[in-house]
């Protein structure tokens, strides 16, 4: 029991880091049909800025993630708006995959150039202490970062629901249009949306790097990962996301202990395509209707 | 570095060396045509690669071309498959994992043992020989895990391996995954020894684990730390060169270099096809040849022989223990 319950709390833990990821998906292709497989290397990144503030710049940890932050919001949210996004928006979605997937192996080789091939220690924000829950031993760690991820996305689905700005940004999701005669700055919006798509990938990193190590070929896993639990939880639902996550996170540690370490990455394929043949919409999405 | 000094002192029968690196980025097929880039450029040997993957691939190009190849690599495989050119600058694991069960046995009295290890060609190899000596000892193989290349999170598999009632955990992975392992056992409260190889004690491990890998123990073919002046002297030179701590690799690269000088110098011609005959069944003694650091015997299949360390790390040190004899 206790083993099933340690299995289960890592799980959540390494599942809500992923969910901060999936929900930038989610939020991308709410905002601008937008599908980011360069999403991985954007939570790649922001450790790496920490760790240029912290060794290059000798800035302490907190104004490092500072900094990482700022940067982020910069290169991977405006930056990344204006000269990836815009200008393929007008050709399809197709272009503008392409275009984030080359933009991932530039994020990842410049790390690997500029700053280094090896996996980097990156400090844990909280104590390793460990506390004992029912005979498992939760690290402050997990649990912080539970807590945190949980917290990022009750103030994120707080401020769409509650707030004159998040209501503006759901409506210039669900139809630009109108929402620009109802005199909604969609261009704003749009952008607002991928600024919260660079906190919440900045957020991820700082929460997975410690355990990961910060390296450039992070991004890979955490994409593919987040990817995979954005459609089992529904690609157009924020809450979809969430729960995409934690269940991939938890269903990857179950998998590795019970069935076969080996086979533990075809379990989360194996849930997608159950999930694809039985609710094609996702475990928490609305079926999305299209005229061709 | 040790180009550097072989060069300084008029380099290899008077010739100065020439150094070119091709970066392998751990991907077999990637070193495989950098392997062969080097050989298409003229190159009179090889060092390298570390990778048991990537040598496993690529040291049947330096074969066909005839190529002495100086390999950091430790899977038993490498020195098995009757390849004339290929030779270790540190010993397999068939070679290590003996004197790590002897001690299991014998000064910590295990008599029930969890193994964790990479699924790959290094892991498998010491695995395999790790196993076979568990069976020759007498210790229970209570928990089997393996893990895959490169993976990043283990708390299932620390899970597994604490819940399993063994008395000490042999951790067998690739240096950065032992690193995430360490932490992970740390964060789940393992409380058993855990023992292993270069890969678990290593400084870079100890670099990326922090005080995760205090407490660990492992049995190392080269350390910074030996109690050997010329490898002490080695890592300070290093040290100061790069300004940052020698770890095994960087030893294995030195003593490959100087050992295809001295090789060279033997036979007294620049012919690889002569050095690499030359090496097999050479003995170079430290004193007489100071690059070595350390005597070392090359056999006919390539292998090493030459004394080992028992390190312990504690505060974020590497520690000698004890001195191995060759075997």
Same mark, same amino acid.
């Given at each position: 029991?206790?083993?099933?319950?340690?299995?289960?709390?890592?799980?959540?833990?390494?599942?809500?880091?992923?969910?901060?990821?999936?929900?930038?998906?989610?939020?991308?292709?709410?905002?601008?049909?937008?599908?980011?497989?360069?999403?991985?290397?954007?939570?790649?990144?922001?450790?790496?800025?920490?760790?240029?503030?912290?060794?290059?710049?000798?800035?302490?940890?907190?104004?490092?993630?500072?900094?990482?932050?700022?940067?982020?919001?910069?290169?991977?949210?405006?930056?990344?708006?204006?000269?990836?996004?815009?200008?393929?928006?007008?050709?399809?979605?197709?272009?503008?995959?392409?275009?984030?997937?080359?933009?991932?192996?530039?994020?990842?080789?410049?790390?690997?150039?500029?700053?280094?091939?090896?996996?980097?220690?990156?400090?844990?924000?909280?104590?390793?202490?460990?506390?004992?829950?029912?005979?498992?031993?939760?690290?402050?760690?997990?649990?912080?970062?539970?807590?945190?991820?949980?917290?990022?996305?009750?103030?994120?689905?707080?401020?769409?629901?509650?707030?004159?700005?998040?209501?503006?940004?759901?409506?210039?999701?669900?139809?630009?249009?109108?929402?620009?005669?109802?005199?909604?700055?969609?261009?704003?919006?749009?952008?607002?949306?991928?600024?919260?798509?660079?906190?919440?990938?900045?957020?991820?990193?700082?929460?997975?790097?410690?355990?990961?190590?910060?390296?450039?070929?992070?991004?890979?896993?955490?994409?593919?990962?987040?990817?995979?639990?954005?459609?089992?939880?529904?690609?157009?639902?924020?809450?979809?996301?969430?729960?995409?996550?934690?269940?991939?996170?938890?269903?990857?540690?179950?998998?590795?202990?019970?069935?076969?370490?080996?086979?533990?990455?075809?379990?989360?394929?194996?849930?997608?395509?159950?999930?694809?043949?039985?609710?094609?919409?996702?475990?928490?999405?609305?079926?999305?209707?299209?005229?061709? | 570095?040790?180009?550097?000094?072989?060069?300084?002192?008029?380099?290899?029968?008077?010739?100065?060396?020439?150094?070119?690196?091709?970066?392998?980025?751990?991907?077999?097929?990637?070193?495989?045509?950098?392997?062969?880039?080097?050989?298409?450029?003229?190159?009179?040997?090889?060092?390298?690669?570390?990778?048991?993957?990537?040598?496993?691939?690529?040291?049947?190009?330096?074969?066909?071309?005839?190529?002495?190849?100086?390999?950091?690599?430790?899977?038993?495989?490498?020195?098995?498959?009757?390849?004339?050119?290929?030779?270790?600058?540190?010993?397999?694991?068939?070679?290590?994992?003996?004197?790590?069960? $002897?001690?299991?046995?014998?000064?910590?009295?295990?008599?029930?043992?969890?193994?964790?290890?990479?699924?790959?060609?290094?892991?498998?190899?010491?695995?395999?020989?790790?196993?076979?000596?568990?069976?020759?000892?007498?210790?229970?193989?209570?928990?089997?895990?393996?893990?895959?290349?490169?993976?990043?999170?283990?708390?299932?598999?620390?899970?597994?391996?604490?819940?399993?009632?063994?008395?000490?955990?042999?951790?067998?992975?690739?240096?950065?995954?032992? $690193?995430?392992?360490?932490?992970?056992?740390?964060?789940?409260?393992?409380?058993?020894?855990?023992?292993?190889?270069?890969?678990?004690?290593?400084?870079?491990?100890?670099?990326?684990?922090?005080?995760?890998?205090?407490?660990?123990?492992?049995?190392?073919?080269?350390?910074?730390?030996?109690?050997?002046? $010329?490898?002490?002297?080695?890592?300070?030179?290093?040290?100061?060169?790069?300004?940052?701590?020698?770890?095994?690799?960087?030893?294995?690269?030195?003593?490959?270099?100087?050992?295809?000088?001295?090789?060279?110098?033997?036979?007294?011609?620049?012919?690889?096809?002569?050095?690499?005959?030359?090496?097999?069944?050479?003995?170079?003694?430290?004193?007489?040849?100071?690059?070595?650091?350390?005597?070392?015997?090359?056999?006919?299949?390539?292998?090493?022989?030459?004394?080992?360390?028992?390190?312990?790390?504690?505060?974020?040190?590497?520690?000698?223990?004890?001195?191995?004899?060759?075997?």
């Amino acid at each position: 029991m206790a083993e099933f319950l340690q299995i289960t709390l890592s799980g959540l833990a390494t599942g809500s880091i992923y969910a901060l990821a999936a929900i930038g998906f989610t939020l991308l292709w709410q905002a601008s049909q937008t599908i980011n497989f360069a999403q991985g290397e954007f939570v790649m990144l922001p450790a790496f800025f920490v760790l240029i503030g912290m060794h290059v710049l000798g800035l302490p940890l907190f104004v490092a993630m500072l900094f990482a932050l700022l940067l982020s919001l910069i290169l991977l949210g405006a930056m990344f708006k204006k000269l990836v996004i815009e200008p393929m928006l007008p050709h399809g979605t197709l272009p503008i995959v392409m275009a984030t997937i080359a933009l991932g192996i530039l994020m990842k080789e410049s790390v690997k150039e500029f700053y280094s091939a090896e996996a980097q220690p990156f400090p844990a924000l909280v104590s390793d202490r460990t506390v004992d829950i029912f005979g498992a031993s939760v690290s402050f760690q997990d649990i912080a970062n539970l807590a945190i991820s949980l917290l990022v996305v009750v103030a994120l689905q707080f401020f769409l629901n509650g707030t004159r700005t998040g209501r503006c940004m759901q409506a210039t999701a669900q139809n630009p249009g109108v929402a620009e005669i109802l005199g909604v700055n969609i261009k704003r919006m749009v952008l607002y949306t991928f600024l919260i798509n660079a906190a919440l990938a900045t957020v991820a990193s700082f929460l997975i790097s410690p355990i990961y190590l910060a390296k450039f070929s992070n991004g890979e896993p955490i994409g593919l990962v987040a990817f995979i639990a954005a459609i089992v939880g529904g690609f157009n639902q924020i809450r979809g996301a969430l729960v995409g996550g934690l269940l991939i996170g938890v269903v990857d540690n179950l998998a590795a202990s019970y069935v076969s370490a080996q086979y533990r990455a075809a379990v989360p394929l194996l849930l997608l395509i159950v999930i694809i043949l039985v609710r094609p919409q996702g475990i928490m999405g609305k079926a999305e209707g299209r005229t061709v | 570095m040790a180009i550097e000094e072989i060069n300084a002192g008029g380099g290899i029968l008077g010739k100065q060396v020439e150094l070119t690196q091709y970066d392998s980025q751990s991907d077999a097929q990637t070193s495989r045509a950098m392997v062969q880039k080097a050989i298409d450029d003229g190159a009179f040997a090889l060092l390298g690669t570390v990778y048991s993957g990537s040598t496993i691939v690529n040291m049947l190009v330096a074969q066909q071309a005839g190529i002495p190849q100086m390999t950091g690599s430790e899977a038993p495989k490498i020195t098995a498959l009757g390849n004339p050119y290929i030779f270790r600058t540190s010993f397999g694991a068939q070679k290590s994992m003996p004197k790590i069960a $002897a001690y299991l046995k014998d000064e910590m009295k295990v008599s029930k043992v969890a193994i964790a290890w990479v699924n790959s060609e290094f892991g498998k190899g010491g695995h395999d020989a790790f196993v076979a000596q568990m069976e020759e000892k007498g210790i229970e193989v209570v928990a089997d895990v393996p893990s895959e290349n490169a993976q990043a999170d283990f708390a299932s598999d620390v899970v597994k391996l604490k819940g399993s009632g063994a008395e000490a955990i042999f951790v067998y992975l690739t240096e950065e995954e032992s $690193a995430r392992f360490l932490r992970e056992a740390k964060k789940q409260g393992v409380s058993v020894p855990l023992v292993g190889e270069t890969t678990l004690i290593g400084q870079k491990v100890i670099d990326l684990a922090g005080d995760a890998s205090d407490g660990t123990l492992g049995h190392v073919s080269l350390t910074p730390d030996a109690p050997i002046p $010329a490898v002490q002297e080695m890592a300070k030179k290093f040290e100061e060169k790069y300004k940052y701590r020698a770890d095994h690799n960087a030893i294995k690269g030195y003593i490959g270099a100087y050992a295809i000088k001295y090789a060279t110098e033997l036979v007294g011609e620049l012919d690889s096809q002569k050095v690499a005959d030359k090496l097999h069944g050479l003995t170079l003694k430290a004193a007489e040849h100071p690059g070595v650091l350390m005597d070392i015997t090359w056999d006919d299949t390539g292998e090493v022989s030459r004394e080992s360390f028992l390190v312990g790390v504690e505060g974020g040190k590497q520690t000698v223990k004890a001195t191995l004899p060759a075997n």
